[in-house]
């Protein structure tokens, strides 16, 4: 029989298995760096601009998400980024993560949540599609932001309050 999953914050505890999957899902992109520093600043200090949250089946991890409030807003929020590890793809972990931390933006206050990400399906593919599936539409885009024919692209959800 399998481990059910949940869903907890990313404590101190657990932060190094959240920092190996992180690693092991982004070691070949230009995206790893930034994922690791959002990551151990929400779990260090998590916040309102920062909280993480782990999908755990027993005790691997099998994804992770940070996110928070964009500082000096009233109710923006912000994914900053969700992975997922490789054998549990299209299983679901993605879109509980994301659902867990809409649902916590909005008893936050959030009027919105906003997802900064590179178009780069080569490195990061589905991210656009999971976006769209749960209700993420692109608000606009930065063409060549991150390197030429990589384009930074907004994508917004509006919450209910």
């Given at each position: ?47 309102a601009?920062?909280?993480?949250l ?57 009027r ?11 490195d ?11 209700g ?7 063409d060549?932001?991150?390197?030429r ?13």
């Open positions: 029989m399998s481990a059910s999953r949940s869903i907890n914050a990313v404590s101190p505890s657990l932060l190094p298995r959240a920092e190996a999957l992180v690693e092991r899902v982004l070691r070949d992109t230009h995206y790893l760096a930034g994922a690791l520093d959002a990551l151990r600043s929400a779990a260090g200090a998590p916040g601009e920062g909280r993480a782990a999908c755990l089946r027993g005790d691997d991890v099998e994804g992770v998400i940070v996110f928070g409030i964009f500082a000096g807003t009233s109710g923006a929020g912000r994914l900053h980024f969700v992975v997922v590890e490789n054998r549990a793809r299209r299983g679901g972990v993605a879109r509980a993560l994301v659902t867990a931390a809409i649902d916590s933006l909005e008893a936050s206050g959030a919105f949540a906003l997802a900064e990400l590179p178009d780069d399906a080569h990061l593919p589905g991210s656009r599609d999971l976006l769209d599936a749960l993420f539409h692109e608000e606009s885009r930065i060549d932001f991150y390197r024919g990589v384009a930074l692209v907004f994508m917004r959800r509006e919450l209910a309050r």
